[in-house]
Nanobody, 115 residues
Framework: QVQLVESGGGLVQPGGSLRLSCAASGFTFSSSAMRWYRQAPGKERALVAS????????TYADSVKVRFTISRDNAKNTVYLQMNSLKPEGTAVYYC????????WGQGTLVTVSS
């Protein structure tokens, strides 16, 4: 079945870095645009970054531009989110999303930015 599994979350100090991964299965990954969303405590889920199927075009929320980088490896069916210079307001559950069918969500991975 179609599945997305995120990993790489954890506790990091302000100014630190983390790399999230999302492993996809059950669909043609190389044909699907992918996105990362995040949901902070008490807030709605918000789009963080997106990448086209071949990886040629990326877009970012203004709040993460320059600091975050989305990338993908179609040979490994995996999309990544490199997060640098993390801020406390980056504390959230980060979700991977595939634009396949009606859309598919991963289970999320928690990122906590705190000293």
């Amino acid at each position: 079945q179609v599945q997305l599994v995120e990993s790489g979350g954890g506790l990091v100090q302000p100014g630190g870095s983390l790399r999230l991964s999302c492993a996809a299965s059950g669909f043609t990954f190389s044909s699907s645009a992918m996105r990362w969303y995040r949901q902070a405590p008490g807030k709605e889920r918000a789009l963080v970054a997106s990448i086209t199927s071949a990886g040629g075009t990326t877009t970012y929320a203004d709040s993460v531009k320059v600091r975050f980088t989305i990338s993908r490896d179609n040979a490994k069916n995996t999309v990544y989110l490199q997060m640098n210079s993390l801020k406390p307001e980056g504390t959230a559950v980060y979700y991977c999303y595939a634009t396949v069918g009606m859309g598919v969500w991963g289970q999320g991975t928690l990122v906590t930015v705190s000293s």
